[in-house]
DNA sequence: TGTATTTTTTTTGTCGACATAAATTTTCGC
DNA sequence: GCGAAAATTTATGTCGACAAAAAAAATACA
């Protein structure tokens, strides 16, 4: 008897193309790693995964090793591999980066965008506003994210926009565990604020772009700020 | 006759322990990028690459996705992989990031030093000095990263540190093309312009280290740029 | 009963083999 | 002889299986 190959590589019935599995699990863990589905310190079964996706062991591990490129899991040789922990004793560092890179990009979108990068900015906007109004947490994070990763690919300089989509990804685990204990009234100030900065990109009025981006992420470290301290609890249960 | 195992895993006649070849492979690799060995567009074949560390071609394939991360391989799906090409139309980009994480590096380094991590950036101008004086391009750029990488790390934000040493080994490349067509005379004002910048870290003048930082990218930039216009031969060969 | 040592279990790291997609060569029709 | 289709080659993507390392469980001994 010859032998036979069975060849599955399927999830929820739906057949993948060569080579198409691995970035698929590798964008539906990162999601979940960044919605926070996946909690911080969880650990990552390899063989568990590779029956959820239907795919062996080895694609599983390949994109398991972008995920620890990317610092979004950590590996411990020969032992297990788990979420990352959320860094809360590096916040600062972290709203440092991240106030630098607003100012930069929202700067660099004042001089360097076109008319098209105005239309994909305004509609992203406009997504952030809806889910503030329907009060969805979950997308008005991830609109809030893609608006100002808009802007920076406007600004046209990909090693800024590298960093600051690491940063804002990064940001997603914070924001989420800030508006969970906030979940009625979400923050509209940003809308607004979000207008104003388009209204200076629009002008090149690099100077207002730059202090407006500095004021808004001013704004947003000041109210994450308040809450981890005011909340020590979520401190201590996230971190190790 | 049961089935017999031979454990391979050598290069050089070097036995690796389990899992420790990975890394041995990308270490290797990257330098060997970084330091033009490879030149950008070359193939890279993975059965060659696994007899050459003898490994079988799954560890490799770890090793390569790991590049792929940090840009300094691309993949072509299902077809070849490739040394990433130079992006020279990129250049003004990465001049600016380049030039921004000199200045915010240096910058946190004047703030928040201690006495131990001057010493190490002391130990590493010295090596930097020895390669100029030695005429040692090869030593003398590795020297220069690592120089600016330490301060970096005594700034104490991991974010740039991390974004500032992946703009440096970039960087790396584009030194060595342009070095190497200057083979006799290396920049022996880099070393007094370090030292300066070491002075007044030391004595956590902010703004002087900022400024002496924003200059010396200035003098590094416009040298580079002068060689990249002057030379376009060097620019038609590289790029694509 | 508590601790040290051995055995078992679990999970990762690596391997060799096969399947498939793209490039290359060969064959065929005109 | 020339272009298109078919066959071959070459290198990648995926697989199932085995081996080694660490943790967990079981046993031995006081």
Do not use: C
């Not at 979004?72 to 297990?80: G, V």
Request: hydrophobic share 40%; glycine share 4%.
């Amino acid at each position: 008897m010859s032998k036979q190959r069975v060849k599955a590589n399927v999830e929820n019935g739906k057949a993948h193309r060569r080579g198409a599995g691995v970035g698929h699990v590798y964008e539906t863990l990162r999601n979940e790693i960044i919605e926070l589905k996946l909690a911080p310190g969880s650990p990552i079964d390899e063989v568990q995964l590779s029956e959820r996706f239907s795919l062996s062991r080895t694609p599983i591990r390949e994109a398991l090793v972008r995920l620890a490129s990317d610092g979004l899991i950590e590996t411990l040789p020969n032992r297990a591999t788990i979420v990352s922990h959320i860094d809360f004793l590096g916040l600062p560092q972290f709203f440092d980066a991240l106030s630098l890179m607003y100012r930069v990009t929202t700067r660099l979108a004042a001089a360097n965008h076109d008319p098209a990068d105005l239309e994909r900015i305004w509609s992203l906007q406009k997504e952030f506003a809806t889910a503030v109004n329907a009060r969805d947490v979950l997308t008005m994070i991830a609109a809030n994210r893609n608006f100002h990763v808009e802007i920076a690919k406007a600004g046209r300089n990909r090693y800024y926009t590298e960093l600051f989509t690491q940063l804002l990804d990064e940001g997603r685990r914070i924001l989420r565990l800030y508006y969970s204990s906030f979940n009625d009234e979400l923050p509209v100030q940003y809308v607004t604020e979000h207008e104003d900065m388009i209204a200076a990109i629009s002008d090149r009025d690099v100077a207002l772009a730059d202090q407006l981006a500095g004021r808004h992420a001013e704004q947003i470290v000041r109210q994450i700020q308040a809450f981890v301290i005011a909340d020590p609890k979520t401190n201590f249960s996230m971190a190790i």
